[in-house]
């Protein structure tokens, strides 16, 4: 079964930058939809950004202009890059794939797996 393992994550001033990235344990990612959700303590986890296995992107307006999601097939990794971090930004961050069928909604994935979930912290 694959597995999904987050980095990068820590504590960053306003303003400030990070650099998420998600490790799958197998290559059967590429054919995955990827995803970075957040979530903060008493509040239901919240899609940021996702990207589907042909490459198309789609943010959230809290992540749109400052967050940046890719992926890198050739090494079973996904990455969100995030700029002007703000304090409503600290949150932990997990790494989702699914296995989408085209034409299958977001939310009835036949498969998905999800990363243990790592923090941010945005704080001066």
């Known amino acids: 079964q694959v597995q999904l393992v987050e980095s990068g994550g820590g504590l960053v001033q306003p303003g400030g930058s990070l650099r998420l990235s998600c490790a799958a344990s197998?290559?059967?990612?590429?054919?995955?939809?990827m995803a970075w959700y957040r979530q903060t303590s008493g509040k239901q986890r919240e899609l940021v950004a996702y990207i589907t296995a042909s490459g198309d992107t789609n943010y959230t307006d809290s992540a749109k202009d400052r967050f940046t999601i890719s992926r890198d097939n050739a090494n079973n990794r996904v990455y969100l890059q995030m700029n002007n971090l703000k304090p409503e930004d600290t949150a932990v961050y997990y790494c989702?794939?699914?296995?989408?069928?085209?034409?299958?909604?977001?939310?009835?994935?036949?498969?998905?797996?999800w990363g243990q979930g790592i923090p941010v912290t945005v704080s001066s």
């Open positions: 197998s290559s059967i990612i590429s054919i995955y939809a």
């Open positions: 989702n794939g699914r296995d989408l069928p085209y034409g299958r909604d977001w939310s009835d994935p036949d498969f998905e797996v």
